[in-house]
């Protein structure tokens, strides 16, 4: 058996679970937010049987996409008299930052 990680953005998390869901696969939803932007987006929590982890990954990809977000640089100190203009900086996000790890046991009590 398997865990996927899946860090998403939170526009795509819903969609991701529900198809999920109609393969049959279980996910979690747990929301996160990203150290580099300190955004909100979405961890879901996958396990899955070995052979179906393509199939799970296949859901993902088809369902998460890659968008812009603009990260605004925090102000430097500025000396008495100097100005500074903060230009929005642009970043690629996603679509899904994955990690597939083995599970040692997995029980339901
Ligand atoms: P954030 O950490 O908020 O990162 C958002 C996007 O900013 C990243 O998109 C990447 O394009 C950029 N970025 C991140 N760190 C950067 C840096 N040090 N310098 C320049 N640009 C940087 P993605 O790579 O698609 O990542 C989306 C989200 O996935 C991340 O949000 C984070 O929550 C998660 N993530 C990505 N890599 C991870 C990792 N190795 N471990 C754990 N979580 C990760």
Redesign the pocket.
Same mark, same amino acid.
């Given at each position: 058996m398997k865990l996927i990680i899946a /860090?998403v $953005?939170g526009e795509d998390a819903q969609r991701t679970v529900a198809a999920l869901s109609d393969k049959g696969i279980s996910s979690t939803r747990v929301s *996160? *937010? #990203? #150290? =580099?932007? $300190? $955004?909100g987006?979405a961890?879901l929590l996958v396990g899955v049987d070995d052979a179906q982890v393509q199939e799970a990954l296949s859901v993902i990809h088809d369902n998460c996409h890659?968008r812009s977000?603009y990260?605004t640089p925090v102000p430097p100190m500025a000396e008495p008299g100097e100005f500074f203009m903060a230009f929005p900086v642009e970043? $690629? /996000? #996603?679509?899904?930052?994955v =990690?597939v790890v083995s599970v040692d046991s997995f029980e339901k009590i």
């Amino acid at each position: 058996m398997k865990l996927i990680i899946a /860090v998403v $953005q939170g526009e795509d998390a819903q969609r991701t679970v529900a198809a999920l869901s109609d393969k049959g696969i279980s996910s979690t939803r747990v929301s *996160s *937010s #990203g #150290g =580099f932007l $300190q $955004q909100g987006n979405a961890t879901l929590l996958v396990g899955v049987d070995d052979a179906q982890v393509q199939e799970a990954l296949s859901v993902i990809h088809d369902n998460c996409h890659e968008r812009s977000r603009y990260l605004t640089p925090v102000p430097p100190m500025a000396e008495p008299g100097e100005f500074f203009m903060a230009f929005p900086v642009e970043v $690629q /996000v #996603g679509g899904a930052t994955v =990690f597939v790890v083995s599970v040692d046991s997995f029980e339901k009590i």
